[in-house]
Nanobody
Framework: QVQLVETGGGLVQAGGSLRLSCVASGSIFSINTMGWYRQAPGKQRELVAEVTSGGSTNYADSVKGRFTISRDNAKNTEYLQMNSLKPEDTAVYYC?????????????????WGQGTQVTVSS
């Protein structure tokens, strides 16, 4: 099994910063794309940012210039540095990873989600 654990959420005022971390553990052979999604009450889950194993990144238009996604392949960890936070950024943030894992000598490609971490930005 593979588990993803997010940390770093919290309550900040508008203009503040937070850094989210996501650590993947378990029977991991390799991790392809890692990303961050968020979901606010009454809204659908949306992609915030993603990074491939090769380092290519993609951001939602709403966070470009403010958020930075990165990963440490040696630690199976991804990060989301969030600067200049706005109340509109308030949501539960979920870590996502596409993982190749070893189970019983077999390789499988599966998508995993963390439990989510709450980010609240007050005005």
């Amino acid at each position: 099994q593979v588990q993803l654990v997010e940390t770093g959420g919290g309550l900040v005022q508008a203009g503040g910063s937070l850094r989210l971390s996501c650590v993947a553990s378990g029977s991991i052979f390799s991790i392809n794309t890692m990303g961050w999604y968020r979901q606010a009450p009454g809204k659908q889950r949306e992609l915030v940012a993603e990074v491939t194993s090769g380092g290519s990144t993609n951001y939602a238009d709403s966070v470009k210039g403010r958020f930075t996604i990165s990963r440490d392949n040696a630690k199976n960890t991804e990060y989301l540095q969030m600067n200049s936070l706005k109340p509109e950024d308030t949501a539960v943030y979920y870590c996502n990873a596409v993982v190749r894992r070893v189970t019983g000598g077999t390789l499988r490609l599966d998508t995993y989600w963390g439990q989510g971490t709450q980010v609240t930005v007050s005005s």
